[in-house]
């Protein structure tokens, strides 16, 4: 009898497109020979079982099971593609651990951890990583430029400390746009990070271990057209290049992946994550933990896999069958 695996994809922020597209490269992904793929939308309290992209049925959120053609389907696993809240904060991680249906990510602790970029940062600073200093401000916070600006210089990155795919975030080279940029990521998340600009070449490297193997994939070097890897850069076609391998030496490849995986096991990460980098003078300075990372055809994760000489479907299978079989 084939699992019934559940690829849970939607959620409630403004990475639900990215979450969609995500969704079906992933469900297009799971070995039909193995298991059996279902598509579960959840938006707010709507949670629907959907099939040929049309909503059929509704989840019964007791049990994570739906009735549909006259058949009652409990689902074994839940393959997460939501990118923000609830799928990459902890708060769906809960919900399953509540239920024990074991799912693709990381679980709660480690979710709620690296979701919050200023605590996931604070916490790794305590084992010597390089990164930027920030400051952290809370919706309704006073803004004083003169004190940011003395702290961080310019330009600095300002973005939501809770969100993803760039949204609500400004590179910022005048005082007098700090404020603006403050607000609009408030727009995002009820606290904005003021992080100092660190000049650099932009990495980002995947992995995922699994209880007797461990996969740490190429890692690719990211150029974009725009000033940064913004929105546009990362979801228009041909607004940035990315290459697979990095041309950056075996030496820094091999330092990088280590770092990679030293960060994995120091924030307790499960599941397929990418862990994003500034280069600058062969020193990595931790940007995130992605711990739902986009998995469009497109994506960073998929290109790498591909990479490695492997197919997306066959790590796919590899987590799926690490848990459930």
């Known amino acids: 009898m084939k699992k019934n695996i559940a690829v849970v994809y939607g959620g409630d922020s403004s990475e639900y497109v990215v979450s969609v597209n995500s969704s079906k490269n992933v469900f297009q992904s799971i070995d039909p020979e193995l298991f059996q793929p279902w598509a579960v939308e959840m938006k707010g309290a709507d949670w629907k079982l959907v099939v040929d992209g049309e909503p059929v049925a509704d989840i019964n959120k007791q049990d994570f099971s739906v009735h549909y053609q006259n058949e009652h389907i409990r689902f074994d696993y839940a393959y997460i593609t939501i990118h923000g809240t609830p799928g990459e904060d902890g708060i769906l ?3 399953f651990d509540l239920l024990k249906i074991p799912y693709s990510t990381c679980g709660v602790q480690s979710s709620a951890l690296t979701f919050n970029k200023y605590y ?3 916490y790794l600073r305590n084992f010597d990583l390089a990164m930027a200093k920030s400051v952290r401000l809370t919706k309704g916070d006073v803004i004083d430029e003169d004190v940011l600006v003395e702290e961080l210089g310019l330009p600095v990155f300002v973005k939501p400390n809770a969100g993803g795919s760039s949204f609500g975030i400004t590179k910022v080279k005048t005082k007098s746009d700090l404020k ?3 607000e609009a990521a408030w727009k995002e998340s009820n606290e904005a990070l003021v ?7 932009e990495i980002t490297s995947g992995l995922v271990k699994l209880k007797n193997e461990s996969f740490l994939f190429p890692v690719t070097e990211v150029i974009p057209k725009n000033e940064f890897f913004d929105f546009e850069a990362k979801y228009t076609k041909g607004a940035t290049l990315e290459i697979t391998p990095a041309r950056i030496s075996e030496s820094l490849t091999e330092t990088c ?3 990679s995986s030293r960060i994995y096991d120091l924030c307790n990460c499960k599941g397929i994550v990418r862990i994003d980098y500034i280069l600058k003078d062969g020193v990595f300075y931790f940007l995130e933990v992605n711990t739902t990372p986009g998995m469009t055809a497109t994506s960073f994760i998929p290109q790498q896999i591909e990479a490695m000489g492997m197919q997306l479907k066959d790590i796919i299978s590899k987590i799926i069958k690490d848990q459930v079989c």
């Not at 992080?195 to 070449?201: N, R, V, Y």
């Open 93 to 95: 991680q809960g919900y």
């Open 120 to 122: 996931c940062s604070n």
């Open 180 to 182: 603006a940029a403050i």
């Open 195 to 201: 992080e100092e600009f660190i000049e650099g070449l």
């Open 257 to 259: 992946q280590q770092l």
